[in-house]
């Protein structure tokens, strides 16, 4: 629209229903660097937050039942031991 038809940033936006006009801009310089392959790439950056955060709660779960058989096994050697009853 904007390189074949001539329509302004603005105009295209309208058109489209999007709300800001430099996002079109965006994709038109990105389309001029990269041709298609630069309209295909993922804008946005990887939720790495998320992502730590599932990762941490997955680490401490595998923790927490090592140290619960840890646990046990360190209850059952005490009971073996004489004197500890």
Do not use: C
């Amino acid at each position: 629209m904007f390189l074949e038809g001539g329509k302004a940033y603005r105009t295209i936006a309208e058109e489209l229903g999007i709300w800001n006009s430099q996002q079109i801009e965006r994709w038109v310089h990105d389309y001029r660097r990269e041709g298609e392959m630069g309209l295909m790439k993922p804008k946005r950056r990887p939720r790495k937050k998320q992502e730590g955060v599932e990762a941490e709660l997955a680490r401490l779960r595998v923790e927490n039942e090592l140290l619960k058989k840890f646990h046990e096994e360190l209850r059952k050697l005490t009971k073996e031991e004489p004197g500890t009853e």
